[in-house]
């Protein structure tokens, strides 16, 4: 190793250890559940998973992926064009499109393979990408790959200004010449660090008056909301209406890994063809495969997971509110608190921690300076009692810190 560059690596992390910004992996040793097991701190609640509705350890969920893993084994080692694909992710892709109500879907190893593989494939020279600011990481780095496209940025759920760059791109479009090129509309359905949800009706609506593309990655909305958890296209009506979906096998539905895209046939097949990710990656691991497949169907037979969530997510919302902390409004299962200060947030969840409750402290630069926050996420396995638990240790902690009186 270049002693020169190892010191600049040392040093850069002692910096953030002296800001108290460097972050710390915890080891579990069980699976994920409402409470689990970490070496560094023992039997704890989860207030940080996604695992919105507890399917990660769901009998019948593991049972299909040992079935998946013993009938297909580990993997083709190689990409599917090249040594062929399983017909368990046709299957799931030919079902993941049943549930979003797509002509078609395409899986990849994660969402956000699925993000920085769709744009650069349908963008090129004439087209626009128009992205809402407080959009996902994988949004941001897969619409940079898009080069030859103009892109934009506008701001959070701002339909003036959403409109304003739509009638700039539509007219440098007719001005060039070329209808054809798309323009693209892309958001969060829920965005994670807020808990708020995309204002999809006004998007959909302008999309079909200026003839533009809407996409939508439902990563955290898919199995949290609508009457039966297909997403926040389900939860406006919108079904059939929104162009392209990106979402993720890896968080409601058993949360190991995998993401997708769904849409028209037309677009699927040209992903196949042309989307880097997908052509120079391996498969979903069809152990997910079968797994995910499996949480897809122990949802719909069991809607009543979507209502018992919603319960957890609005009896511990009041909890908070009850106690004097003000987390920010939203309908979905991230309650997100302000705390201010990235290092303070970071303090704050380790003192969390060590009163039994897992819960993470988010600062610069994934939210802006000085909106830091703990953000809890609920899941519909959580009983009263564990939500009780945790709203006792923020109610003490949130008193040693100065938050509450």
Known sequence: MNTAFETRLRNELGDLRKAGTFKHLRHLTTPMAPEVHMEEAGDVIVLSSNNYLGLSDQPEVIEAGIEGLKKYGAGTASVRFICGTFDIHRTLEDRIAQFLGTEASLTYVACWNANT????????????????????????DGVRLASKAKRSVYKHADMADLEAKLKEANALRQAQGDTSAPILVVTDGVFSMEGSIAKLPEIVALCKKYDAVSVVDDSHGT??????????????????????????????????????????????????????????????????AASSLAALDYLDAHPEMVDRLRENVAYFRAGLQRIGFKPLDGPSAIVPIIVGDTAFAIAMSDKLLERGIFVTGFGFPVVPEGTARIRTQLSAKLTKDEMDRALAAFEAVGKEVGLLT
Do not use: W, Y
């Open 117 to 140: 593989g769709l744009f650069a494939t349908i963008c090129g020279e004439g087209s626009a990408i128009i992205s809402d600011e407080l959009n996902h990481a994988s949004i941001i």
């Open 223 to 288: 199995g949290v909301m609508g009457k039966t958890g297909r997403g926040t296209i389900e939860h406006f009506g919108l079904t059939g209406q929104v162009d392209i979906i990106t979402g993720t096998l890896g968080k409601a539905l058993g949360g190991a890994a995998g993401g997708f895209i769904a849409g028209s046939r037309a677009l699927v097949d040209m992903l196949i063809q042309r989307s880097r990710p997908q052509l120079f990656s391996n498969a979903l691991p069809p152990t997910v």
